[in-house]
């Protein structure tokens, strides 16, 4: 059964026009992860939500947003993409305590940017 | 990169060979992930070594780590054909996941 679930798997947009992604668990972990990844590149983290903490990465692009409102649930906002966000988006999840355990991914979600 | 760099970038084997990729990371760790990933999917967790470790079996795995060096490496025994993926190497610093830039596989049937 799939415990971190995206959706869109494939979404189409027309430049400048905001999409929104959305990620949800069953694993009841307390962080999640949004993650960019381009063609034949490593995935890279965008930002991370640690409960209701936000955590931006500080070459995250003001173009995109986030917003967590509860525990299963995070989407992903852009607000006017452009050419250069193509990608696949990723999200994950990871229960992290005293150890920081593993990454559980979803499947992803592929944008195209026309 | 946010992590550091992993190789060879691409690697094509006959199946039945041996794969051996390595990682290098730029901090301190108190374990490092390798994770698996088949085109156009998510990625997939593989093994975690902690810092302590030297070396970890799992399956046709074998990962080890040299913390002095700041390196790790995962080696493939008698490899598939559905062995063929990408493969990286995170570490976690505090809440957040770093990944190399990852090594393509290819094994040949």
């Known amino acids: 059964d799939a415990m971190v679930i995206q959706n869109p798997r494939y979404q189409v947009t027309q430049f400048g026009k905001p999409v929104t992604l959305s990620c949800s668990q069953t694993l009841n972990h307390n962080v999640m992860y949004w993650y960019q990844q381009k063609s034949s590149q490593a995935p890279k983290l965008l930002f991370h939500?640690?409960?209701?903490?936000?955590?931006n990465e500080a070459d995250t692009p003001d173009n995109f947003q986030s917003r967590r409102p509860n525990t299963s649930f995070c989407f992903l906002d852009i607000r006017s993409p452009g050419l250069g966000d193509a990608a696949m988006y990723l999200c994950a999840t990871s229960r992290v305590g005293q150890f920081t355990g593993e990454l559980f991914f979803g499947e992803g979600s592929r944008l195209t940017v026309l | 990169s946010q992590q550091g760099e992993e190789d060879p970038q691409a690697l094509s084997i006959q199946e039945g060979e041996n794969a051996t990729m390595n990682c290098s990371y730029k901090?301190?760790?108190?374990?490092l992930q390798w994770y698996r990933q088949n085109s156009g999917r998510g990625l997939v967790h593989l093994i975690l070594i902690r810092s302590n470790e030297r070396e970890k079996h799992s399956g046709r795995l074998r990962v080890t780590l040299d913390t002095s060096k700041k390196s790790s490496s995962l080696l493939i025994t008698a490899s598939r054909a559905a062995d063929t993926a990408s493969y990286f190497c995170a570490t976690p610093n505090f809440n957040k996941f770093y990944f190399g830039s990852g090594t393509k596989l290819n094994v040949k049937p």
């Open positions: 901090t301190s760790i108190n374990n």
């Open positions: 939500y640690y409960d209701k903490d936000f955590n």
